[in-house]
């Protein structure tokens, strides 16, 4: 349990407790806050360099039972255990990098890696302090999803022991490669991931801008290269997420442009004190390395011994050397304040690696006043406003605001525009949160105990129940609704080829026409064909407002490449004149009506073992 009452352990001396920043404070109070009613687990978004240290460390200091700090490097369960001494409490560590196997105080900072392999002995049942009450996990978004992964194995063998295990996580990029969002709802409000996520709320985010503006960090300028950069345009990440090394060293390996760029990095690093470089690849770093002055730089890598990647780290932090070349090594656990330039020469799988990155040179020094930044590799990350959690559907997307009209919640998804007119966009649910009054499920609620919310139901992509008319998630294989199983798209087609009065058509293409009917009424004829010339056609009405309301909820609601930004076409010619605005369906199936096709079932979003249409319009 945690409290806000003093009710610390037994201290070694009288120590003044740290201070803790406004923003620290809170955090903390939302915590405790939290899990007064909750025992869901729970996210707290910190920037580096803004002190999750002195949170974890207060929130231990406050617990009533016992505490078991859990990190994935050594250096952050050294810096973690530091701080919570600087109470003047005493806490053990158990971790094989720092030698120590300690388990038996109230407080215990592990990693995971030495603890999954010793669990029995660290929740050691006979202990004086009881089971485990609350375990903290530093740089959270490591947790998978995966149910054997390290932390997850940890978090269920406590969990045996404590049915009532707080569960917090702490982070400065919560979102996980190929996931997105690593927690479902945020205390503003908002749905950020989906019910699979293992964190159920975050419940307090500190601005990485805030802090900036605060002057908490120093301010990052990143400042377009005016030398030749790398093209890693043609690098596409393997099954993984990851990009591979053979492809990274294909653009890097001898290139035209790295003299050119370390020369650029050398001439503006005259001014400044400390220079971390990300090179792409082992190969890559070491040429790095021979163009920088030799006395003056370091290469760090995952094959450096231990020893002498301590001996190398620390004379830079001395600033005996004033270059560090490194390859995916130093983005956690390391802390220099007096970086103030960093030089990106690979590209960046996601924004949490490109927000590491950039936040090794954050941290605030004596006489700094910013940190450089140099990509050139292109990445196109926002640093300050990396908010759309879910993979870039293409190169060309941008975050784009979508308003519900259900609930009004403003959504981020990612999208297109053009000027301040959005286009497109690839959002399905609202993420808004709204009152459920009666709703008890724990990963409902967020916020203060007691009230409850849920997701809005609001869907801007859907695929229709044929039982009960619910909608549900383009992806979903049962109705929420009536939960009968939802007939997959392949079943659909499959069947329909089966049959002689039908026609499938695998659309390449729709043409809109304003024109008339046999009896001169005006019309919107919408006409769909396939590859081989082969047409399906479909007519709608819009002089009334009812038939209007009708055209919107049959055509426009499943049609419009921005689904839920306000638009009411009024005549036909208006639907023609901004087709722009609309997307075909993958596949159209007919069924023969006396001498007549009649359209039957429009497939859109389809993933399915069936060829689309090679190309459209």
Known sequence: MLSTADHPPVATAHVSPPSLRPYQREAVARVVEYFRGS???????????????????ELARLARGRVLVLAHVRELVEQNHAKYLAYGLEADI????????????????????????????????ESAHGPFTLLVIDECHRVSLEEDSSYRRVIEHLRQHNPHLKVLGLTATPYRLGQGFIYQQHYHGMVRGDENCFFAACVFEQPLRLMVRQGYLA????????????????????????????????????????????????????????????????????????????????????????EERTRLIEAFKARHIK???NVSVLTTGFDAPHVDLIAILRPTESVGLYQQIVGRGLRLAEGKQDCLILDYAGNPWDLYAPEVGSPRPNSDSEPVQVECPACGHANLFWGKRDG???????????????????ANDQHEAVGAPGVARQQCSFRFRFKTCGECGAENDIAARRCHGCQVLLVDADDKLRDALKLKDARVLRVSGMQLEAGVNGRGLPRLKV???????????????????????AFAAAFLRHHVRAPGVSWSPTTAQQVCDEQWRLRAPDFVVGRRVGRHWQIREKLFDYAGRYRKADSAG
């Open 39 to 57: 025992d869901a687990p729970a996210v707290v978004v910190l920037p580096t360099g803004s002190g999750k240290s002195l949170v974890i460390a």
């Open 94 to 125: 158990f971790s094989a990098g720092l030698g120590r196997r300690e388990s038996s105080r109230q407080v215990v900072f592990g990693s995971v890696q030495s603890v999954v392999r010793h669990l029995g002995t660290v929740s050691d049942t």
């Open 219 to 306: 301010q990052p300028l990143k400042v377009d290269a005016a030398v030749e950069r790398y093209d890693f345009s043609l690098v596409a990440p393997g099954s993984s997420g990851l990009f591979r090394e053979e492809e990274l060293n294909r653009v890097v390996a001898g290139s035209r442009a790295t003299p050119g760029i370390i020369a650029e990095v050398i001439e503006r690093a005259r001014e400044r004190c400390g220079v971390m470089i990300f090179a792409a690849t082992v190969a890559h770093a070491e040429e790095v390395l021979g163009y920088l002055p030799a006395e003056q730089a370091a290469l760090v890598t995952g094959d450096t011994v231990s």
């Open 323 to 325: 270059y560090l070349v």
């Open 420 to 438: 301040e007119v959005i286009i497109e966009h690839y959002g399905r649910r609202c993420q808004g949160l709204v009152d459920a009054w009666g």
């Open 527 to 549: 006409t769909y064909h396939d590859e081989d010339g082969t047409t399906l056609s479909e007519w709608f009405a819009l002089e009334t407002a009812a038939q209007r309301r």
